[in-house]
């Protein structure tokens, strides 16, 4: 206690104490507080004076959190469940506009091509992880009619092709992959060849159009169909080509083909469970087998 009256803050203290005093007997002495005694008044006291609010308001604080803490804990659980509930209903908006979206589809492809019957709209569920050739799993499979070498389209054009279903699920082999052969041709002068993919193509996001005449009429613009077959139906749009080439033995040339649909990004796909051969794909299909009947 001794060390207290000696040190700093108490002389501090004692010469605060007789400053106030003298103010106070100053304006006692003169009928009130004089415009310098008023300022030092203010001057001394404003610390003291926001400490006090402060701590006011702390206390008032607590004591509002200690009397109505049930209530404010109800309407935070309440704020909670509308919350969750609107995003369940946004949820449900973007599934709904999303369904709406592909049925619009269906039926603009129902129109488009009569003879085809659909799956119900895919969804793209699963992706191949580390696959070049971008294989993904949907969301039907066999309960929706789907099978096995069943082509995948969209509203852009094809897109591969079912290699392993499940009864709720399908794994589509897309056109990136080697084993995808596609029958196609060019609208602009009819050239012939077989659309496939392949590790280098597919790395730059493209396909093979391959088996080309050397002198046939084909250059970088044009745009590829499917030309039909019993695996893909006729007039789906491959792709456009970007480039043209002359094979390695001379003979043939090929062209690289950026697809109209990309695997790598689609969502949602069709899946063609049934479809009927055109009359001229049908005749050219016969004379290719008798050509190749021993």
């Known amino acids: 206690m001794a060390d207290f009256f000696k040190s700093v803050k108490f002389k501090i203290i004692i010469a605060l104490t007789a400053l106030l005093t003298g103010a106070m007997i100053y304006s006692v002495t003169t009928g009130g507080f004089s415009s310098t005694s008023s300022y030092l008044f203010e001057m001394v006291f404003a610390p003291v004076k926001s400490a006090s609010s402060k701590l006011s308001d702390k206390i008032r604080r607590s004591l509002d959190m200690m009397v109505n803490a049930e209530r404010y804990y109800n309407e935070n659980r309440e704020l909670k469940e509308q919350i969750a509930a609107l995003y369940g209903q946004m949820a449900d908006y973007d599934r709904l506009v999303t369904e709406n979206g592909d049925l619009r589809t269906m039926l603009e492809l129902h129109e488009e091509h009569e003879d085809y019957s659909f799956s119900p709209p895919c969804t793209v569920i699963a992706r191949a992880t580390n696959d070049p050739f971008a294989a993904f799993t949907v969301d039907k499979g066999a309960d929706d009619g789907i099978k096995p070498g069943d082509p995948v389209i969209t509203q852009n054009g094809i897109i591969g ?66 030309s039909g077959s019993e695996n893909f139906p006729a007039s789906q749009l491959v792709g456009v080509v970007e480039s043209v080439e002359i094979e390695s033995n001379g003979l043939s040339k090929y062209a690289l083909i950026t697809p109209a649909a990309d ?32």
């Open 263 to 294: 695997p790598r990004t689609i969502q949602g796909v069709f899946v063609v469970i049934d479809y009927s051969i055109d009359e001229v794909t049908a005749v050219k299909n016969a004379a290719k087998a008798e050509g190749d009947a021993p």
């Open 161 to 226: 092709v079912c290699s392993e279903v499940s009864p709720g699920t399908a794994k589509v082999r897309t056109i990136f992959h080697p084993k995808t052969s596609i029958g196609a041709y060019t609208v602009r002068t009819k050239v012939e060849g077989i659309v496939s993919g392949g590790y280098e193509s597919a790395e730059d996001g493209q396909i093979k159009f391959e088996h080309i005449d050397k002198d046939a009429d084909i250059e970088p613009g044009d745009i590829v169909l499917t």
